[in-house]
């Protein structure tokens, strides 16, 4: 008898904004040890589909940072922005489902109306456009052109109770009325939404494991429901902790003096911040410098599980630490 393995398939999915921070390459790392440490492949995908947002050469220095610090990938460069008429075309199924419907509600509007409760920054959008007459629809539409926004099953519906294991945070469940409501699949400018975008992506690139920052946690429920209604298989996901700077504040590509442009700069070698990012999670001792291949045997969720919390990043001791 003979059994199939099926080899985890990661992703990396930059989205090409600035350049890459300490916290990005950590979830890098962490993507690629557990793919490749399986035996396992990873894909490049850039994920430039809002064009206010692009940088062409951003793209390609993220791609370089990653190949410095010595993460490979096995297909790409995707770039989304290249890829929207396979979105336009999983809108319009589900379109043909019945379940998308034209959203008029402007930024304020929505802010205005959010519940208290939404987690993460994510706003329970209350409905407000689901039930337009055809005549309310054809006149909001003389003045904004709309987004588009996916029905989702109502609060006592199963089909919107989505459950899954997260490689890290363990058993997650989420009723979608209750997190997010019905949620974009299209901007009012076009521009594809980016839970819609990475679901097909993932699909179509063959991803089965997806590994990211844990802000995105929350976003994996809308993503397995969009998957399910598409015919695909959702991917399994692990959330890996974030570095934040004191005071709880996401490390982010604002954060110049922590991104690998500055840390190149300073002669810092990549085994040096490899090593680094590796001992946050308990898989290098402290001044240990470390390509990415050596911590292939040294890999185990069990040990992101154990430091799942925020990892505090202050600026200051971290360079001191690089400039020894
Ligand atoms: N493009 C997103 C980012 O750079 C990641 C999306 C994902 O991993 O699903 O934060």
Not at 35 to 45: D, N
Not at 100 to 106: A, L, N, Q, R, S
Not at 134 to 161: C, E, F, I, W, Y
């Amino acid at each position: 008898m003979s059994t199939t393995v099926t080899l985890p398939r990661g992703r990396f999915a930059p989205t090409p904004s600035g350049r890459m921070h300490l916290g990005n390459a950590f979830s890098a790392l962490m993507a690629w040890l557990s793919a490749k440490s399986q035996a396992g492949s990873m894909v490049m995908r850039i994920e430039d589909l809002d064009p206010r947002a692009k940088h062409a050469d951003y793209a390609q220095t993220l791609m370089d940072d990653l190949g410095w610090l010595g993460l490979s990938w096995d297909e790409g460069p995707y770039y989304q922005s290249e890829r929207y008429a396979i979105y336009q075309k999983a809108i319009e199924r589900l379109q043909d489902m019945g379940l998308i419907y034209p959203c008029f509600c402007t930024r304020s509007e929505l802010h205005a109306a959010t519940a208290p409760h939404a987690s993460d920054g994510t706003y329970l959008y209350q409905g407000t456009c689901r039930n337009l007459t055809p005549g309310q629809v054809a006149q909001k539409s003389l003045v904004r052109p709309p987004a588009l926004r996916l029905r989702v099953p109502d609060a006592n519906d199963p089909r919107g109770t989505i459950s899954f294991d997260d490689l890290c945070f363990g058993h997650q469940t989420e009723v979608l009325a209750h997190e997010c409501g019905d949620f974009l699949v299209r901007r009012s400018d076009g521009v594809v939404a980016y839970q819609l975008a990475v679901v097909v992506d993932d699909a179509l690139m063959g991803v089965n494991q997806v590994v990211r920052g844990s802000d995105l946690l929350g976003s994996s429920a809308r993503q397995t429901y969009l998957a399910r209604l598409l015919g695909y298989e959702a991917p399994s996901y692990g959330h890996v902790p974030l570095l934040v700077a004191p005071g709880g504040r996401r490390l982010s590509k604002r954060d110049r003096d922590l991104d690998l442009g500055a840390l190149r700069a300073m002669g810092v070698r990549p085994e040096r911040i490899v090593g680094w990012l590796a001992s946050q999670v308990g898989m290098a001792e402290p001044g240990e410098e470390l390509a990415p291949e050596d911590l292939l045997p040294r890999f185990d969720w069990e040990k992101v599980q154990a430091h799942h919390d925020d990892i505090l990043v202050d600026a200051e001791s971290v360079l001191e630490y690089f400039r020894a």
